[in-house]
């Protein structure tokens, strides 16, 4: 007599953990994927010394004729990539990528350029940066700079020669990440430059430059998996 009610528990039991399952799947779905990362990496193909993103990021192509994922993200013209960058110790040289964003001086010897992002992002924009003088990066409700500031973060020179590695030869040679909360969807973000520097690793909605899941999602997925496992627990005890 007990062997339908066995079977209907079993049942159950299969039911809630596919159920679990799903809903974790959906969870790391859903953290993966909430950031958008450019790290101009081929963008650059070595024909020159720098070339334009163009629409690398945006359909289209770099000025090398290089096609790299639509990302919806539009550069200004005078955002630009080299390779062999005028430092050291590129934030993702390890893993074997190559490409860092640098701005040329535009008609008014200003170093500055944009982000044109239509589809919109919020909650954060990090990125890595190594610059020689200060600078800032704003970002704005509308495209092309226009709407509202959501966030302006002023950056400071990073050049500090005692952590310079020996393989640096240029003005500035150390990276760090940072990053800018804001509140609001965000469509557009402005990069300057006082002088040599460049950018690495923009991400957008999320506050790690290369978009790995932030500390409050490693803490839901792992107690989302602990209360998972303790609910299987109790219904084996109470099946036994």
């Avoid at 997925?221 to 109470?238: E, H, K, S, V």
Wanted: charged share 15%; aromatic share 10%.
């Amino acid at each position: 007599m007990s062997r339908p009610s066995q079977v209907g528990d079993m049942i159950l039991r299969t039911k809630s953990l596919l159920a679990a399952a799903a809903a974790f799947s959906c969870l790391l779905a859903s953290t993966a994927g909430a950031a958008v990362v450019m790290d101009f990496t081929g963008v650059n193909t070595g024909s020159n010394p720098a070339t334009p993103i163009g629409g690398f990021y945006d359909g289209g192509v770099s000025g090398d004729g290089a096609s790299g994922p639509n990302l919806g993200a539009e550069f200004g013209g005078n955002a630009i990539v080299v390779n062999d960058y005028n430092g050291c110790c590129e934030p993702d040289s390890k893993e074997g990528k190559k490409g860092v964003m640098t701005i040329a001086p535009n008609q008014f010897g200003d170093r500055i350029t944009f982000m044109n992002f239509a589809a919109g992002f919020d909650h954060a924009f990090a990125f890595d940066y190594s610059a020689y003088c200060a600078t800032f990066v704003e970002i704005t409700s509308g495209l092309d700079g226009t709407g509202d500031i959501l966030a302006h973060v002023q950056l400071f020179p990073d050049t500090i020669p005692a952590i310079c590695g020996p393989d640096a030869t240029g003005f500035y040679c150390n990276w760090l990440s940072t990053s800018v909360s804001f509140q609001g969807t965000a469509h557009s973000v402005f990069l300057a430059l006082g002088g040599n520097g460049g950018f690495d690793r923009l991400t957008l909605g999320s506050t790690v430059a290369g978009g790995l899941p932030e500390p409050g999602s490693w803490v839901l997925m792992i107690g989302g998996f602990g209360l998972a496992g303790a609910t299987l627990r109790r219904r084996r005890a109470l099946a036994a």
